[in-house]
């Protein structure tokens, strides 16, 4: 009997294991049928489509923050474009400050000097410094002299007769030195031409 009554926990803890199985292998097929099934909604659930009224608000919105970004890049670039015209001669300025220093110190010197070559050499040492920062900002006197007369570059305000025949048309004297800032011509050449 203890055979048999073995046998029979034998088979009771078995038929409670196959049981216990069978019970969570159910539980894991409803599960992964329930999960599949939420996937599936979800991919079968057709997205929720905006009302006219939430269409209309997503679309105002997108607009209004387009012509706030646009707004805030005009005052940006307003305000760049008004610093450069305030600040943009900077360089050129202080380029241009040894020259004022140079002046000042002839200035002093004028009154007590004695000497009107040193004068005369100090006053053409500065009258060159100030030909070179010129022509460093790109500004070039225009050559006039001796050349045919050309009306984009020069202004004739006097004709004379010309000496010799070659000098017909020609330019024979300069009388305002005429300059040009990178090939544009910031002022003309007043000069008198031979006919």
């Known amino acids: 009997?203890?055979?048999n009554k073995n046998n029979n926990s034998k088979e009771s803890s078995s038929k409670e294991e196959a049981k216990v199985e069978q019970e969570n292998t159910t539980m894991n097929a409803q599960e992964s049928k329930e999960s599949s099934a939420n996937e599936s909604s979800k991919t079968q659930e057709p997205i929720a489509q905006n009302t006219p009224e939430q269409e209309l608000a997503i679309l105002q919105d997108?607009?209004?923050?387009?012509?706030?970004?646009?707004d805030n890049y005009r005052k940006r670039t307003m305000k760049e474009k008004a610093d450069l015209l305030l600040n943009g001669g900077e360089r050129a300025l202080g380029?241009?400050?040894p020259v004022i220093d140079d002046m000042e110190l002839a200035l002093?010197?004028?009154?007590?000097?004695?000497d009107v070559d040193s004068l005369r050499e100090g006053v053409e040492l500065i009258y060159n410094k100030f030909i070179d920062y010129l022509q460093r900002h790109g500004v070039k006197p225009i050559e006039a002299i001796g050349a045919p007369f050309n009306e984009e570059e020069q202004q004739a305000i006097a004709m004379i007769p010309a000496p010799t025949p070659e000098q017909k048309g020609q330019v024979i004297d300069c009388v305002k030195t005429g300059y040009t800032?990178?090939?544009k011509v910031l002022?003309?050449?007043?000069?008198?031409?031979?006919?």
């Not at 997108?62 to 646009?70: G, P, Q």
């Not at 002093?108 to 004695?114: H, L, Y």
């Open 1 to 3: 009997m203890k055979t």
């Open 62 to 70: 997108k607009h209004l923050r387009l012509v706030a970004e646009y």
């Open 95 to 97: 380029d241009l400050l």
């Open 108 to 114: 002093k010197n004028i009154q007590s000097a004695s």
């Open 181 to 183: 800032l990178n090939g």
């Open 187 to 195: 002022r003309f050449a007043d000069v008198v031409v031979g006919e």
